[in-house]
Protein backbone atom coordinates (compact mmCIF):
# COMPACT_ATOMS: atom_id res chain seq x y z
CA UNK A 1 0.00 0.00 0.00
CA UNK A 2 3.38 1.89 0.60
CA UNK A 3 3.49 2.30 -3.29
CA UNK A 4 0.51 3.10 -4.33
CA UNK A 5 0.42 5.79 -2.02
CA UNK A 6 3.91 7.22 -3.14
CA UNK A 7 3.24 6.50 -6.92
CA UNK A 8 -0.15 9.00 -6.53
CA UNK A 9 2.03 11.87 -4.94
CA UNK A 10 4.52 11.58 -7.87
CA UNK A 11 2.14 11.65 -10.25
CA UNK A 12 0.31 14.70 -8.67
CA UNK A 13 3.35 16.45 -8.75
CA UNK A 14 4.06 16.09 -11.88
CA UNK A 15 0.75 17.46 -12.79
CA UNK A 16 0.72 20.31 -11.07
CA UNK A 17 4.43 21.03 -12.40
CA UNK A 18 3.04 20.44 -15.98
CA UNK A 19 -0.14 22.23 -15.51
CA UNK A 20 -0.09 25.53 -17.13
CA UNK A 21 -0.59 29.03 -14.59
CA UNK A 22 -2.85 31.69 -15.41
CA UNK A 23 -1.96 35.16 -14.94
CA UNK A 24 -3.04 35.80 -11.18
CA UNK A 25 -2.94 39.48 -9.78
CA UNK A 26 -2.84 39.00 -5.79
CA UNK A 27 -0.21 36.80 -4.83
CA UNK A 28 -1.93 33.32 -5.07
CA UNK A 29 -1.32 31.08 -8.45
CA UNK A 30 -4.36 29.77 -10.44
CA UNK A 31 -3.66 26.79 -13.00
CA UNK A 32 -6.44 26.47 -15.06
CA UNK A 33 -6.10 22.74 -17.06
CA UNK A 34 -6.39 23.20 -20.47
CA UNK A 35 -4.36 26.25 -19.95
CA UNK A 36 -6.49 27.66 -22.94
CA UNK A 37 -9.58 25.93 -23.53
CA UNK A 38 -12.45 26.02 -26.44
CA UNK A 39 -15.70 27.27 -25.64
CA UNK A 40 -18.13 24.40 -24.11
CA UNK A 41 -14.58 22.60 -22.71
CA UNK A 42 -14.54 21.44 -19.03
CA UNK A 43 -11.82 22.89 -17.56
CA UNK A 44 -10.15 21.78 -13.96
CA UNK A 45 -8.85 25.08 -11.75
CA UNK A 46 -6.63 25.09 -9.02
CA UNK A 47 -5.34 27.90 -6.46
CA UNK A 48 -2.49 27.83 -3.90
CA UNK A 49 -2.49 30.58 -1.48
CA UNK A 50 -5.64 30.10 0.24
CA UNK A 51 -5.74 30.27 3.65
CA UNK A 52 -9.24 28.70 3.53
CA UNK A 53 -10.68 24.88 2.67
CA UNK A 54 -13.10 26.14 0.60
CA UNK A 55 -13.68 28.46 -2.33
CA UNK A 56 -15.45 29.43 -5.07
CA UNK A 57 -13.88 31.04 -8.93
CA UNK A 58 -16.53 33.16 -10.82
CA UNK A 59 -15.81 34.39 -14.04
CA UNK A 60 -18.69 35.38 -17.05
CA UNK A 61 -16.95 32.96 -18.95
CA UNK A 62 -18.20 29.71 -16.70
CA UNK A 63 -21.22 28.38 -17.35
CA UNK A 64 -21.55 28.61 -13.08
CA UNK A 65 -19.33 29.13 -10.54
CA UNK A 66 -16.57 26.34 -9.64
CA UNK A 67 -17.09 25.30 -6.12
CA UNK A 68 -13.07 24.78 -4.62
CA UNK A 69 -12.36 22.52 -1.99
CA UNK A 70 -9.00 21.17 -0.60
CA UNK A 71 -6.54 21.70 2.54
CA UNK A 72 -5.98 24.91 3.47
CA UNK A 73 -3.22 26.23 0.93
CA UNK A 74 -4.53 24.25 -2.40
CA UNK A 75 -7.87 24.39 -3.38
CA UNK A 76 -8.98 22.51 -6.35
CA UNK A 77 -12.81 22.82 -8.81
CA UNK A 78 -14.19 21.88 -12.15
CA UNK A 79 -16.48 24.02 -14.30
CA UNK A 80 -17.60 24.55 -17.90
CA UNK A 81 -17.03 27.41 -20.10
CA UNK A 82 -19.95 28.54 -22.00
CA UNK A 83 -20.21 26.77 -25.11
CA UNK A 84 -21.31 30.03 -26.92
CA UNK A 85 -18.31 32.09 -25.70
CA UNK A 86 -16.49 33.97 -28.65
CA UNK A 87 -12.68 33.43 -27.99
CA UNK A 88 -10.59 36.14 -25.88
CA UNK A 89 -9.51 36.79 -22.76
CA UNK A 90 -11.81 36.57 -19.44
CA UNK A 91 -11.80 37.62 -16.01
CA UNK A 92 -11.80 35.46 -13.05
CA UNK A 93 -12.08 36.09 -9.43
CA UNK A 94 -11.33 33.51 -6.86
CA UNK A 95 -12.57 34.30 -3.00
CA UNK A 96 -11.17 31.82 -0.43
CA UNK A 97 -11.18 32.40 3.14
CA UNK A 98 -10.27 36.29 3.78
CA UNK A 99 -7.86 35.96 -0.28
CA UNK A 100 -9.10 37.23 -2.96
CA UNK A 101 -7.10 35.98 -6.42
CA UNK A 102 -7.92 37.81 -9.92
CA UNK A 103 -6.78 35.69 -12.98
CA UNK A 104 -7.66 35.86 -16.28
CA UNK A 105 -8.78 32.84 -18.49
CA UNK A 106 -7.88 32.80 -22.21
CA UNK A 107 -10.72 31.19 -24.71
CA UNK A 108 -9.84 30.42 -27.80
CA UNK A 109 -11.22 29.11 -30.51
CA UNK A 110 -12.40 25.32 -31.31
CA UNK A 111 -10.92 23.79 -34.20
CA UNK A 112 -13.59 24.34 -36.77
CA UNK A 113 -13.25 28.29 -35.72
CA UNK A 114 -16.61 28.43 -34.63
CA UNK A 115 -18.17 27.90 -31.16
CA UNK A 116 -18.59 24.46 -30.16
CA UNK A 117 -22.49 23.30 -30.01
CA UNK A 118 -23.73 23.23 -27.12
CA UNK A 119 -23.90 19.78 -25.30
CA UNK A 120 -27.10 17.48 -25.14
CA UNK A 121 -29.47 18.45 -22.29
CA UNK A 122 -29.71 16.00 -19.51
CA UNK A 123 -31.85 15.66 -16.94
CA UNK A 124 -30.41 17.06 -13.56
CA UNK A 125 -32.04 14.12 -11.60
CA UNK A 126 -33.48 10.90 -12.63
CA UNK A 127 -37.09 11.20 -14.31
CA UNK A 128 -37.85 8.05 -13.47
CA UNK A 129 -37.21 5.42 -10.79
CA UNK A 130 -34.08 3.72 -11.08
CA UNK A 131 -34.34 0.19 -11.97
CA UNK A 132 -32.02 -1.62 -9.30
CA UNK A 133 -33.35 -4.97 -8.65
CA UNK A 134 -34.97 -5.59 -5.63
CA UNK A 135 -34.05 -9.13 -4.57
CA UNK A 136 -36.31 -11.59 -4.21
CA UNK A 137 -38.94 -9.26 -3.04
CA UNK A 138 -38.83 -7.09 -6.66
CA UNK A 139 -42.27 -8.47 -8.06
CA UNK A 140 -44.05 -7.76 -4.72
CA UNK A 141 -43.50 -4.36 -5.84
CA UNK A 142 -45.70 -4.62 -8.63
CA UNK A 143 -48.65 -6.23 -7.35
CA UNK A 144 -51.41 -4.69 -5.50
CA UNK A 145 -51.02 -6.53 -1.80
CA UNK A 146 -55.21 -6.72 -0.63
CA UNK A 147 -55.90 -7.78 -4.34
CA UNK A 148 -53.35 -11.15 -4.09
CA UNK A 149 -54.50 -11.57 -0.22
CA UNK A 150 -55.48 -15.08 0.58
CA UNK A 151 -57.92 -16.56 -1.58
CA UNK A 152 -59.61 -20.22 -1.33
CA UNK A 153 -56.74 -22.20 -1.90
CA UNK A 154 -55.14 -20.74 0.94
CA UNK A 155 -58.08 -20.80 3.20
CA UNK A 156 -58.48 -24.71 2.64
CA UNK A 157 -54.46 -24.99 2.91
CA UNK A 158 -54.71 -23.45 6.11
CA UNK A 159 -56.77 -25.43 7.09
CA UNK A 160 -55.99 -28.52 6.66
CA UNK A 161 -52.51 -28.20 8.10
CA UNK A 162 -54.54 -26.85 11.29
CA UNK A 163 -56.64 -29.97 11.37
CA UNK A 164 -53.33 -32.44 10.78
CA UNK A 165 -51.77 -29.87 13.74
CA UNK A 166 -55.20 -30.74 15.96
CA UNK A 167 -55.17 -34.35 15.25
CA UNK A 168 -51.21 -34.89 16.09
CA UNK A 169 -51.79 -33.14 19.37
CA UNK A 170 -55.11 -35.55 20.15
CA UNK A 171 -53.09 -38.91 19.42
CA UNK A 172 -50.22 -37.99 21.45
CA UNK A 173 -52.21 -36.68 24.71
CA UNK A 174 -54.11 -39.83 24.45
CA UNK A 175 -51.41 -42.14 23.70
CA UNK A 176 -49.63 -40.50 27.00
CA UNK A 177 -53.00 -40.85 29.33
CA UNK A 178 -52.69 -44.79 28.19
CA UNK A 179 -49.30 -45.65 29.67
CA UNK A 180 -48.86 -46.40 33.18
CA UNK A 181 -46.88 -44.85 34.84
CA UNK A 182 -43.97 -46.57 36.43
CA UNK A 183 -42.90 -46.12 39.86
CA UNK A 184 -40.01 -47.79 41.56
Known amino acids: MGSLKVTLCAGAAVLAALTPTAYAA ?12 APGADVALRISGCSGT ?9 VADAKLVGTAGTLAGE ?11 YDVKITCGSVTVKGAIKVVANESGSPSSPPPASPASPAAPVHAGGGGTAHLSATDARAA ?25 ARRSRRPSRTD
Open 79 to 89: TQVRSSLEPGS
Open 26 to 37: DGGTVSVTPASP
Open 149 to 173: GPGTVHAVVGLLLAGVAATAVALRS
Open 54 to 62: TGSAVSDAF
